[in-house]
């Protein structure tokens, strides 16, 4: 094996012979290796994750920048690149603040913890065929159950700060966090039912043919709930500034500030690995099962694909109220996921083994979503016709002047 055959496994097996000399030498127990090999991977790949956050600060302000008909960072370094390398030392150079009558522990792990939830997630994620940190049988279980320590760590901050804007901003924003997992994980489901598995090599294996054009509505819905999931624009009430002050983080300064902006922003990337990997094949692409470098590649584009989506959305629609944003999650989002699972797992399970159950998965839902706007249009008349309507009433108006004699 060569260097660029496969470049981690070429590294690992030159570390793995290094480290059974040094512990052979030293006498260290036996697995002292692997569990030195295990700690390796998981700075790298932690390492990955938060050095990315770098590169998506400074490319979401270029794309809003573009879409505003501005420059965005140019100064700090060769077209702005080091924007976010001055923020970083900006924010870790500023005073830490903890309020009089904070609870300090929980308000401390807070901002950490709400990193810590998404990386944990790149534990699992593919990079390619043999780039992964485990590959769990329960791989989806697993990401659902930790990207919900997000929730937590929101409300640990609200709670902690013994300030009742911050306490307000919390309870509303895990409301909405809560409320928007409920779709997430019904069309979560979708991807094991048509894989047979809730691993997440297994699923991205299954996918001969997009698992998109299997269920283009479940992946619509997935990639919606998770903006909102991740309280992204325009669902972004977690930070509503002109109602809440800043919601729940308003009492946290510098580094700890930055960790609360550095989880968001990386969050907002793995709900794009995530859709590419669920629905669109994850790393496979020309190439990709040959070298493992390609299958990075096919990703990471796809990946970056989706996040331009998300930056798009972010610069172009405005933010919706809370009411609206729970109505919509609760008598559209939630309804429509659960009817899709119901559907997708019938069709599924009596065509398993038939030709046509990949145009019959389709056809069908071609035929929810016609009948899904059909039904919002109805909705939308009848709304219309109830709404209160007011008389008109006369205006004040100036007297008529006086013909002059």
Known sequence: MTFWDD????????????????????????????????LIGVTIVAS?????VMLLTWLERKVAARFQDRIGPN????????????????????????????????????PILSVVSVILIWAVIPFSATWFGADINVGVLYIAAVGSFGVLSILMAGWASNNKYALLGAFRSVAQ??????????????????????????????????????????????????????????????????????GFHIEYTGMKFGMFMAGEFLHAFTISVLTAILFFGGWRGPGAELHPLIGFGWLMAKSFFFYFIVMWIRSTLPRIRIDHMLAFNWKFLTPLSMFLLVVTALIDKGLET????????????????????????VVARRSEKQLETFKSRQVAVPPPEEASA
Not at 48 to 52: S, V
Not at 75 to 101: C, F, H, S, V
Request: net charge negative; hydrophobic share 55%; no cysteine.
């Open 354 to 377: 038939s030709a046509l159950r990949i145009p019959v998965l389709l056809g069908a839902n071609v035929i929810i979503f016609v009948a899904v706007l059909q039904i919002l249009q």
């Open 48 to 52: 990955f994750g938060l050095l990315l």
């Open 75 to 110: 100064r700090a370094g060769p077209y702005g690149l080091l924007q976010a390398l001055a923020d970083m030392i900006k924010m870790i150079t500023k005073e830490d603040i903890t309020p009089r009558g904070a609870d300090k522990i929980p308000f401390n792990i807070a």
């Open 7 to 38: 470049p981690i496994a070429f590294l690992g097996e030159l570390l793995i012979g290094l480290l059974d000399s040094v512990t052979e030498f030293l006498n260290l127990p036996a697995g002292t290796t692997g569990v030195i090999i295990d």
């Open 177 to 246: 966090l809560i409320s928007y997992e409920v779709p997430l994980f019904l069309a979560l489901l979708i991807p094991v039912l048509l894989a047979r598995t809730m691993s997440i090599n297994g699923i991205i294996e299954a996918q001969d043919i997009w698992f998109v054009v299997l269920a283009p509505l479940p992946a619509l819905l997935f990639f919606i709930s998770s903006l909102g999931e991740i309280g992204r624009t325009p669902f972004d009430l977690l930070d509503a500034e002109s109602e809440i002050v800043a």
